[in-house]
């Protein structure tokens, strides 16, 4: 049976003016691949993510994410993929339960539906007594894990995860990527950019992105032989050397916030 | 229309978590028109005046009486000579003096002149304007009451009448335009707010990656500032009415549909500021600067335009809330129909066309 690929992209560039953040990079995603995207900051990884999730026109080149054109089927692309962002983004004033049934409304499911998943959800991440509690009170490795739970309610064929485990703790990193290896069972493609290097090591697959261009793209074993390293940690500073001075400060991740 | 309902609901859970904007949103429209209406003021009741009086006689005394016997003044100290004036301001108390000349009574039937002078603490220049007018009134009063048995060549009897508000009562000046200020704070405040707060905190890039057009997302986030502006907007009339006596002389539907154009209007501006702002707080600035400022100074609600230097009155223009004014008054106090103020409530449908315009090209470009 043929594999299926459930992103490609090819030749995609962005520019912001003189500045390429993003220069013609191309990858294939297959189903049910957990796919890292890696790079330091300001090499372009979340502008390129934001042209795959359909928030962001590509300048040139091509993509098709979940088998939709990133041009003319933005709509289709949101409709099939989850996604979670690097600042954590569920409603703090508004409790467990309130959340997910927003979060499954506005993706349109149905109440019935809303309401098999919320306690599906807030019973396997043992949140049964505090499912009426505001989310601002609860620790921010729950609220990640939730997020995560929450970006998935509608059944995506992919999650886009933005740097995700920021800030929390080794043990709730684990838990998180068992839940992300759960999910990657189910056939769900995980699409995950990181700065933990042990995390690349999780991954199928990943490439690393310096100044705009894709530098690297295979398994972690692969690259650890390529460069004839030990941890993707040498892997990642043998090619992500200090970002040369001639570039504006904070290219790329910054401009296409604004 | 489901997915809206449940993003409407979430928007209300949002509003009455939150106690700050709970006040600003009912606490602050009552106190505001409570404050204006009580406590701010252009009319001047019993202020404290001192007599200054060097003849003490029949007509100083008849002039004083009825100067004391208005309600507009309270003779708070008889002086005895003009060094003591300097010393009665100073302590602050007065605000006026009355300075009546040497043999004011022999003058007058001798001469057939004699003077008074008025002399005001001007700190505040607009209550020693109307003192000075109301003490004149006095005394014309009390010439042509004294004249009547006296044959003149010919006289001059202004009538006056004051038409839309006859016993001046400034209330009825402030209630549109706090009415105007409220509406406009609201809207374009709260919505710009709580606008650049999903933006913050993340949760509007979550929002355009939802199937959920960015459309949908702005509607869902200003239909209920709509909402409960309409509410206050009735609050405020209610309360105007009941309270204040304020009349409402003009069709009641028209003033609401008005009310309600102005509020889209102010929430188009929200709008606006929000594509600009990044933070909360830059929000709340824009709006209170940019438009608060505008609103109280050059719109019409305290200043009157036309004594306005003439750029500012070019500048007065292109404020919404000038044009709301002139309808809200319109409606209100002269019980004016559409015919009469089709002119503005056009000008604030096109300005309400141009900021929706302008703030989806620019949020067009912030996707790019």
Known sequence: ?258 | MKRFIGFIKKEFYHIFRDRRSLFILFGMPIAQILLFGFAITNEINNVDIAILDHSKDASTEEIINKISASKYFTIKQMIANEAEIEPAFKKGKIKAVLNFEKDFSKNIIKERKATIQIITDATDPNTANSITNYVNSILQNYQQSENKSIQIDYQIIPQTRMVYNTELKSVFMFVPGVMTIILMLVSAMMTSISITREKELGTMEILLVSPLKPFQVIIGKVVPYIFLSVINAIVIVVLSIFIFKMPVQGSLLLLGLESVLFIITSLALGILISTIAETQQAAMMISLMGLMLPVILLSGFIFPISSMPVPLQIISNIIPAKWFIIIIKGIMLKGVGMAFIWKETLILIGMTLFFIGLSVKKYKIRLE
């Open chain 1, 1 to 258: 049976m043929k594999e299926e690929n459930v992103i490609e992209v090819n030749q995609l560039t962005k520019t912001f003016g003189d500045f390429t953040a993003v220069n013609a990079i191309s990858f294939e995603v297959k189903k049910g691949e957990i796919f890292g995207f890696l790079g330091a900051n300001g090499a372009g990884k979340t502008t390129a993510m934001k042209m795959l999730i359909g928030i962001s026109k590509p300048s040139s080149g091509t993509a098709k994410v979940a088998g939709f054109d990133v041009y003319s089927q933005t709509e289709s692309i949101k409709r099939n993929i989850g996604y979670m962002s690097q600042k954590f983004a569920l409603y703090d004033d508004l409790t467990v339960k309130e959340n997910i049934t927003f979060f499954g409304g506005i993706y349109g499911l149905s109440r019935k539906k809303i309401k098999e998943k919320r306690e599906e959800l807030v019973s396997e991440l043992g949140l049964e007594n505090i499912s009426n509690k505001l989310v601002g009170s609860l620790p921010l490795g729950w609220k990640q894990k939730l997020s995560f739970s929450v970006s998935l309610l509608h059944e995506p064929k992919i999650v886009f995860l933005d740097e995700p485990t920021g800030g929390v703790d080794p043990i709730t990193r684990r838990q998180f990527w068992e839940m992300i290896y759960k999910a990657a069972n189910q056939g769900t493609t995980i699409f995950v950019t990181t700065h933990y290097m042990d995390e690349a090591e999780y991954c199928d697959k990943v490439s690393i992105m310096v100044e705009g261009k894709i530098e690297a793209l295979d398994t972690p074993k692969k690259l650890k032989e390529q460069f004839r390293v030990d941890s993707m940690n040498d892997v990642f500073l043998k090619l992500a050397r200090i970002p040369s001075p001639t570039l504006p400060k904070g290219n790329g991740e910054n401009i296409d916030r604004n």
